[in-house]
Every structure is written in C-alpha cells, then in structure tokens.
Nanobody, 128 residues
C-alpha cells in the first residue's frame, strides 16, 4: 500500500504562483508513476500533469503546459507541482495519484482509472 498526502493548496490571485506537494509513505514510491489530477465543482476529474520514476518523462495537459511544472524527489518520497501564472479556471481540488504499472502508460497516463492510489486532495482557489 502507498499512502499519499497532499499539501500546499490555498488562495492566490490570478497571475500568482502556488506549489503543492504530495508526500508518500508505505511501499517504495520511487518506482511508481505519479500524476496530478484536479476536479472543479460540477466537473469531471481531469489530468493535469504526470511523471514517471525517471524525471525525464513528464506529461502535461494542454491547459497547463508552459505554466505548471511537475517534479519529484525520490529520496524524499515527494512529488511537487509548481503552478505559475494561475488563472481562475485553475480553481479546483488537486489530487495526487500513483500507479505501479507502466503497461500502456504512454497511451493511458491521463486516465484516472489507471491509478491505484489517491490522496485526499488539496483545494486551490484562484481569485480574479
């Protein structure tokens, strides 16, 4: 089992920056692929960014590309999401998710159903 705990959410003005973290405990986290998803009220959960155990492999949703950066520190069992140039439409609960299997990863990394472990979420609110 892997337990994920997000932190760092909050309220920020449009154009500002915020960083959220996902700390893992349990099994060795370094071999897992990790992603950030978000869910706004009345909307489906959507993929934001993902990273494999090798920090060379990252993926982003088009809506955040160039503004958000995902990174990980395997020694600290932590994954980060740095969010810059935030917009009101980025307002959502942000969830960290992890998956142990990389089978077909390049086809389905954005599919929430493929992730085995989830955190409880952290609220990010961007005011206009």
């Amino acid at each position: 089992q892997v337990q994920l705990v997000e932190s760092g959410g909050g309220l920020v003005q449009a154009g500002g920056s915020l960083s959220v973290s996902c700390a893992a405990s349990g099994r060795t986290f370094s071999s897992y692929a990790v992603a950030w998803f978000r869910q706004a009220p009345g909307k489906e959960r959507e993929f934001v960014a993902g990273i494999t155990w090798s920090v060379l492999n990252t993926n982003y949703a088009d809506s955040v590309k160039g503004r958000f950066t995902i990174s990980r520190d395997n020694a600290k069992n932590t994954v980060y999401l740095q969010m810059n140039s935030l917009k009101p439409e980025d307002t959502a609960v942000y969830y960290c998710a992890a998956r142990s299997s990389l089978t077909n990863y390049w086809r389905d990394y954005a599919q929430a159903i493929k992730y085995d472990y989830w955190g409880q979420g952290t609220q990010v609110t961007v005011s206009s």
